[in-house]
């Protein structure tokens, strides 16, 4: 009797994992325990193991594949077997929230002709539903958890739908205040109706899920399943999206929702800004903090800025206002968020004054003492996460700004020399992202260019 | 059409007018000219389309309205009135309250009752009216609440309380003799008996022949006369005075009169014949009473017409009054539902 | 039901306490006077006016013959003219005979004179159905009173309103209809000697809760605050709002009580259809409390029939406490 093998969920929130390599291939000997593959979810990669001793076979996903947990990925198959009945491969299901365990148990007995898998079985004994009754939309017709939740919604529906969600007044304002859109409730009320604890459930299960996307609605109506083999790994902490983490998250999603983002990277040889830095600071008395890269690409920035004077405006509403002053954010890091204090009229500052400001600003930033005039009226923002080891990235513009420059680390890479020949150099990669309503792509592009010029020649700003 | 029993004999007649006094006489006879011309008036501005809605008009039956209310102390005894009843009305503030009387015609603000209240409901609670009611018999049990009030209160007041003969078939007109009359309540029960009650003729609407003969159904005294003759009104209603304040409870007494209009403005009077009106309109009580007056000494012919026409003109100087008056604002209209 | 437990406490029966009010307001005041049938020697058919004929006397506790109408036009004339009676209808179902005069005069004179006239009386009459009377004497119809402006409709649940209430009805300047019923006049309270008084339309919280508010009337307030008790056993804690006075109605606690349960059950034993728990519901609908709402907005009333006589099916006809436990779980539940 072939084995099935499984997308195993290794995580409570786990819902799919990708097929990072087949570590056996198909017509492969494995033994019981044996790692046949290696899958990666939430960057944790895990082996999975074959359940039985036998032939590998009926291989039905490639390395690279995203599979949606407890999906069939093989089967195990003894001398002379044949696969189970091929069917195209079923449309992954949406994924589980409740906790399963890693070698789920598997009993065929009472499922159906083609038998259900065993989140299906879950659910539908949860919810006091005849395996049989139901349509199975899996390989060879199995059922799976989607076929049983929409059977058991469709018994719920006392008419035909009609386009019109079902819910209450007190769940429709608990709606409003979470910023959740009803129709992507399950309810649990009568007909399905939506309810108040179903868009507060639906809140808090939205605040606590993992960062793997959703394929579809947050399930709120799967039922908590029976007792799983392996121990449970406990409640999820709740985190609410409120206060600083709130409001990130609110202007992260309507700058990104609002801006036509584009991105353009380029390599800055950082030989001779790294020189000029040294020799600033060599000439800075004991005791004064010393000028950071990133006072030194603020000013090549600010410069910048001068020259492309479109990339140092607002838009507001219909207007595009182009600012007089060059007001350059950085963004530092907090502990748990992150502000982006401004120096002002950055382009008209010493490289020194940039400096200690630099240094004031972040330190301030850290123990929460900035001012509000502090973080206001910046035109532009520079974002250095090259400190974290990160060679390049790309940033969400901060409204009304139009441009924010996202910066990596500076590191030796090689490049071709005069004769081709593989030269060693300090490169730092710059990603500038616009807004495409207000930068096109080839201001874009020159912006950058004259950025990286200054940088590479930072003597030239002088002129 | 029977004809009224009782009419107040010539002696009988000198002895009231020389109790009433020539002074108070031509008052009154300036009171029934006031009713007339009022009642003419108001049948023209309605006709006008200035007054709205019904009223109902009591031309022809002055001498009812004036005699019975110079036989009581208006401010003192209390009125309950129907909706035929603006000579009562008027009689009952010696002709002196047309202005806001109009007012209320007319609707304004400065009506009686602010506009609120309209023909059939006029009342002026401080001279003791306690309204008119648009409810046939709708004041009859409230008369009973009345005298009980008085009774308890030990005073000498007493109460009238107007109705037709159409009332006197109105299940509370019975409950509300009988209480009165276990009682003892000085209530004087006055029904304007002017034959009809909408298009009811009294001969159908009744097995009996004088609706004061009901007054034995609950052991009181009941007395009909001729309610067109000033002085017997007068008199009828003195002596139910006399009796209630003596403590012998509740009169029923029958006015005899007839309406020249129709019962209101909707009324083309299928059930009478112009005729009947026409005889009954040769019996003016107004002209009848001035020649009395004018037959004892106490009236020229002059100062007949001089009364009419001084009446005619303070009905002028109403509807002035009236027509400057301002309307109701609606920003009060929730006013007056709830102390 | 309101037993109190101390020693301290003063226990009077419904009934008792009504009479000690009237017999309160009457020594305070010569203008009160009670009249109705039977009320004197026989002391009233429920015996409410029991005794107070040998304290005051036949003029102010005064028997009249069966004349509702003129029972009822006697209270108007009197206040009208100064006097501050109480009027008895002997039961609810008989107002009807009064009825030309409670609505086309005592609710309209004052404002059909322009707000001149004053007509401070009280009418007083046993309603509701349990006695196997049947269909002409069990009647409930408060809220045909409710619908007439200018009258006030007062509906005491407990033995302490019940007393409270008549005397804050007695001070009123207006027409209030008492309606007391026949069930509750046996049942006791707590009930202070002095004369206190309930203000008119201030509606009452008759016990707290969190999960569903039940707002009851009459004798269904402790039908309901009983059903709280068996529904507590199982965790469910109801909040019972009596209105007290139907008309002029205080709403605002009930909004309040919604937005904090989000669930609302109206109980009252009158007809259902047109009856008074409509008005709750529409008022409930179109309030702020609407928003609130987590389930439709529920009525347990009397059938749509006359009361039977039969005892069974009298006792089926209207709202009993396990009628009440059954609907506030489905309620609560979710099932609705």
Known sequence: MAKEIIMPKFGFTQEESTIVAWLKQEGDRVEKGEPIAECTTDKVNMEIEAPEDGILGGIRYPAGATVPVTEIIAYVLQEGETLPEASAAAAPAAPAAEAVPAAPPRDDADAGEAGATPLARRIAEAEGVDLSAVVGTGAGGKVTREDVERYVAAMRTAEPADGKVRATPAARRAARE????????????????????????????????????????????????????????????????????????????????????????????????????????????????????????????????????????????????????????????????????????????????????????????????????????????????????IDRFTAIINPPQVGILAVGRIAKRFVPGENDEPVAKPLMTVTLVTDHRVIDGAQSAQFVATLRDALEEPASILL | MTEAITTVKPERAEALLAEIGQERAREMLEVMWTIRAFEEKAKELYALGKIHGTMHLSIGQEASAVGTSYALRPGYDYLLNHHRGHGHVIAWGRGN????????????????????????????????????????????????????????????????VMFGDGAANEGAFHES??????????????????????????????????????????????????????????????????????????????????????????????????????????????????????????????????????????????????????????????????? | ???????????????????????????????????????????????????????????????????????????????????????????MDFVTLSMEQLVLQAAKLRFMFGGKATVPFVLRMPGGAGTGAAAQHSESLENWFVHVPGLKVVMPSNAYDAKGLLLAAIDDDNPVIFIEHKLLYKTKAHVPEEMYRIPLSQTNIARQGTDLTVVATSLMVQRALQAADILAEDGIEIEVVDPRTLNPLDDQPIFESVKKTGKVLIVHEAVGTGGYGGEIAARIAASEAFDYLDAPIRRLTGLDIPIPYNRTLEYHTVPQVENIVAEARKLVKGEY
């Open chain 3, 1 to 91: 039901m309101l037993e109190t437990t101390t020693t301290a406490t003063r226990e009077l029966t419904y009934a008792e306490a009504i009479r000690e009010a009237i017999r309160q307001a009457m020594e305070q005041d010569e203008r009160v006077f009670l009249l109705g049938e039977d009320v004197g020697v026989y002391g009233g058919a429920f015996g409410v006016s029991a005794g107070l004929i040998d304290q005051f006397g036949e003029e102010r506790i005064r028997d009249t013959p069966i004349s509702e109408a003129a029972i009822a036009g006697a209270c108007i004339g009197a206040a009208l003219t100064g006097m501050r009676p109480i009027g008895e209808i002997q039961f």
């Open chain 2, 177 to 339: 003799l009988n209480m009165a009359s276990i009682w003892d309540l000085p209530i004087i029960y006055y029904c304007e008996n002017n034959q009809y009650a909408m298009s009811m003729s009294v001969e159908r609407a009744f097995n009996i022949e004088r609706i004061s003969q009901r007054a034995c159904a609950y052991g009181i005294e009941g007395f009909t006369f001729d309610g067109n003759d000033v002085l017997a009104a007068y008199d009828a209603v003195s002596r139910a005075v006399e009796r209630a304040r003596a403590g012998e409870g509740p009169t029923l007494l029958e006015a005899v009169t007839y309406r020249w209009e129709g019962h209101s403005k909707s009324d083309r009077q299928a059930y009478r014949t112009r005729e009947e009106v026409k005889a009954w309109q040769a019996k003016d009580p107004i002209p009848r009473f001035g020649e009395r007056l004018m037959q004892a000494g106490l009236l020229t012919q002059d100062e007949f017409n001089a009364v009419r026409d001084a009446a005619y003109q303070k009905i002028e100087d109403a509807v002035a009054y009236a027509e400057n008056s301002p309307e109701p604002d609606v920003a009060n209209i929730m006013d007056g539902v709830y102390a």
């Open chain 1, 178 to 389: 979470q910023g959740l859109d009803l129709a992507a409730i399950a309810g649990s009320g009568p007909r399905g109706r939506v309810q108040e604890a179903d868009v507060l459930a639906a809140a808090e299960a939205q605040a606590a899920a993992a960062p793997a996307p959703v394929a579809g609605p947050v399930p709120t109506s799967a039922p908590q399943p029976a007792v799983p083999v392996a121990a449970p790994v406990g409640e999820p902490q709740v985190i609410p999206l409120e206060g600083m983490r709130r409001t990130i998250a609110q202007r992260m999603q309507q700058s990104y929702q609002q801006a036509p983002h584009v991105s353009f990277t380029l390599d800055v040889d950082m030989t001779k800004a790294i020189a000029f830095r040294e020799y600033a600071n060599q000439r800075i008395p004991e005791g004064q903090p010393r000028i950071s890269m990133t006072a030194l690409i603020i000013k090549a920035v600010a410069w910048a800025l001068r020259q492309h004077p479109m990339v140092n405006s607002y838009l507001i509403r219909d207007e595009i206002l182009v600012m007089p002053d060059v007001n350059v954010g950085m963004a530092v890091a907090l502990e748990d968020g992150l502000i982006v204090p401004v120096i002002r009229n950055a382009d008209r500052k010493g490289l020194v004054q940039i400096g200690q400001e630099v240094v004031d600003l972040s330190r301030r930033a850290r123990s929460g003492e900035l001012r509000p005039e502090e973080v206001a009226d910046g035109t532009f923002t520079v974002s250095n996460l090259g400190m974290f080891g």
């Open chain 2, 97 to 160: 309250n047309i202005k806001p009387t109009m007012a209320e015609f007319m609707g304004k603000q400065t009506g009686f009752c602010r506009g609120r209240g309209g023909s059939m409901h006029i009342a002026d609670v401080e001279s003791n009216n306690l309204g008119a009611n648009g409810i046939v018999g709708g004041g009859i049990p409230i008369a009973v609440g009345v005298g009980l009030s008085i009774k308890l209160r030990r005073t000498d007041q007493v109460c009238i």
